[in-house]
């Protein structure tokens, strides 16, 4: 008689809060099976922390489990509504291809969504196949780990499988699940959709529950609506402070795809800036530059403020003075993200405490780098190192002039070179994910299946800070080309 090896446990430990909220919030929906499910990617760490055992997470079973072929013991799976402004245009959107299976409560106590991306059609996926390409998802996965690395809130990526099945764009290409892994999937557009077709009962109902998964430490003061409005606010702040600080460019900043949770969320045609300049926009579909570095946080400012009409019958029985609460706090965002931002960028500089002349000091520097077309984050990367051959305009006289008012600056805090070097080494970032290197990397997977460029990529990514002599050689830029970069929504 053959014995048969027990499977370890696989650690899943849904629970399903979500599902309990009111009928209209979503979509009792199992995820479409797909042929023949292949597991390419594993997120170790992040298996670990969920409190997954990771062999098991490697075994045929849990392959199925990541390509909603088989639904793990305690989910519930479901697709989520929502709406949304996309590029300023209000419309219904939801998971068009995209379910929950649960909330995995983690050994630390935490609530994490597990969601399925590309698992196909739902109750909200209008013209679309419900499906993802291979490409897309490994890209999702690395810059998401990435933004991990640095520090930086956002949804993680736990595993990629291919399904062995084409999706048909442009061209027909290899397809692919994603699990991702959230705070919460809760998006601005999740407001605006109850906010437009359910009850103002619901809308308290979502609001309460939002409150309860993200904020139930902070101080809901007298007004917990307009105190949750707030919140929000304040992580998005951060948030976007922290996006412009590395120089992350989102691309599509939908209201849909800004979360309540405060995390980074859907990395479609999303990049990071080499040449400092405000302008700078990857998507090949913002034409009218929306979503370019410069406009982030005024967008954010708008979505938020969209997330404030949304709020509205809640935050006062009155209109008029429910208006006046929600304008009240919408118009310290951009002081607040400003804080935030200067607060982030003398850190950068190896700057601890405060003067005046701080912001004066970082707007030089900035419009010389923007003047000599100067790498983001090399120029950073340079001054964190001494290396003062690394750039040409290094040589100038205006450099040189604004190096001199840097080091008296330094000079006149307390704390040591030393300490403000430190400061610098954590604050920027050695590596980033270069558009080039992610490219060569989701070549290599996509078009030969091997995943050791992708591997090496991600290792290097999830220390940024490290400064090790062998992520030298992924600082580098790319040879020049004469396209600009392009990123694509193709997913
Ligand atoms: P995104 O650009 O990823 O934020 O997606 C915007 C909306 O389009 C969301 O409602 C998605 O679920 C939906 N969507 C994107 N791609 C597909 C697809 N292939 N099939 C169905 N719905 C999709
Ligand atoms: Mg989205």
């Given at each position: 008689m053959t014995e048969k090896k027990a499977m370890p446990a696989s650690g899943w430990n849904f629970d399903n809060s979500y599902a309990e909220l009111p009928d209209s919030f979503f979509t009792r929906q199992d995820a479409d099976p797909v042929r023949s499910p292949e597991l390419?990617?594993?997120?170790?760490?992040?298996?670990?922390?969920?409190g997954l055992h990771v062999q098991a997470m490697k075994s045929g079973e849990a392959t199925s489990v990541f390509?909603?072929?088989?639904?793990?013991?305690?989910?519930?799976?479901?697709?989520?509504?929502?709406?949304?402004?996309?590029?300023?245009h209000f419309t219904m959107l939801g998971d068009g291809r995209a379910i929950l299976l649960g909330e995995q409560i983690t050994p630390s106590g935490e609530r994490l969504d597990v969601q399925l991306k590309g698992s196909g059609r739902t109750a909200y996926s209008r013209g679309g196949d419900g499906r993802a390409a291979l490409g897309p998802m490994l890209r999702e996965y690395i810059i998401s780990e990435a933004m991990?690395?640095?520090?930086?809130?956002?949804?993680?990526?736990?595993?990629?499988?291919?399904?062995?099945?084409?999706?048909?764009?442009?061209?027909?290409?290899?397809?692919?699940?994603?699990?991702?892994?959230?705070?919460?999937?809760?998006?601005?557009?999740?407001?605006?959709?109850?906010?437009?077709?359910c009850s103002v009962h619901d809308l308290r109902t979502l609001a309460d529950y939002a409150w309860q998964r993200h904020y139930s430490d902070a101080d809901s003061g007298d007004n917990r609506y307009l105190s949750l409005l707030q919140e929000v606010m304040k992580r998005q702040a951060q948030l976007i402070a922290k996006w412009q600080l590395v120089g992350f460019i989102h691309g599509v900043m939908n209201t849909d795809n800004m979360t309540i949770?405060?995390?980074?969320?859907?990395?479609?045609?999303?990049?990071?800036?080499?040449?400092?300049?405000?302008?700078?926009?990857?998507?090949?579909?913002?034409?009218?530059?929306?979503?370019?570095?410069?406009?982030?946080?005024?967008?954010?400012?708008?979505?938020?403020?969209?997330?404030?009409?949304?709020?509205?019958?809640?935050l006062h029985e009155d209109e008029d003075q429910a208006i006046a609460l929600a304008e009240d706090v919408i118009s310290k965002f951009t002081d607040l993200y400003h804080g935030y931002w200067l607060s982030g960028m003398r850190a950068k500089l190896g700057i601890f405490n405060e003067e005046a002349e701080d912001e004066g000091l970082i707007k030089n520097l900035l419009s010389m780098m923007q003047k000599h077309g100067a790498d983001y984050t090399n120029t950073f990367r340079a001054l964190t190192l001494d290396r003062w051959e690394e750039m040409d305009w290094f040589d100038t006289p205006e450099f040189e002039q604004w190096q001199v008012q840097w080091q008296a600056r330094l000079e006149r805090?307390?704390?040591?070179?030393?300490?403000?070097?430190?400061?610098?080494?954590?604050?920027?970032?050695?590596?980033?994910?270069?558009?080039?290197?992610?490219?060569?990397?989701?070549?290599?997977?996509?078009?030969?299946?091997?995943?050791?460029?992708?591997?090496?990529?991600?290792?290097?990514?999830?220390?940024?800070?490290?400064?090790?002599?062998?992520?030298?050689?992924?600082?580098?830029?790319?040879?020049?080309?004469?396209?600009?970069?392009?990123?694509?929504?193709?997913?």
């Open positions: 390419v990617l594993l997120n170790e760490p992040l298996a670990a922390l969920m390509a909603g072929n088989e639904i793990p013991e305690g989910a519930l799976p479901l697709a989520q509504a929502y709406a949304g402004h996309q590029f300023g991990h690395g640095l520090g930086i809130p956002t949804t993680r990526s736990l595993a990629v499988v291919t399904t062995g099945e084409p999706v048909i764009r442009e061209t027909a290409l290899p397809g692919a699940v994603l699990t991702r892994v959230a705070a919460s999937h809760l998006r601005v557009g999740t407001f605006q959709y109850v906010r437009n077709w949770s405060g995390e980074t969320i859907d990395y479609g045609p999303c990049a990071f800036m080499d040449a400092f300049d405000p302008k700078t926009v990857f998507s090949s579909i913002d034409l009218q530059g929306r979503y370019a570095y410069g406009n982030q946080p005024y967008i954010a400012a708008w979505n938020l403020a969209r997330l404030a009409e949304a709020l509205l019958p809640i805090q307390e704390q040591s070179r030393d300490l403000s070097r430190q400061l610098m080494r954590s604050s920027n970032p050695a590596v980033i994910p270069r558009n080039h290197r992610v490219e060569e990397a989701l070549e290599a997977a996509v078009e030969q299946g091997d995943y050791s460029v992708l591997k090496q990529l991600l290792a290097v990514l999830s220390q940024p800070y490290a400064y090790t002599p062998e992520q030298d050689e992924y600082a580098a830029m790319p040879e020049p080309s004469s396209r600009p970069y392009r990123t694509f929504c193709g997913t």
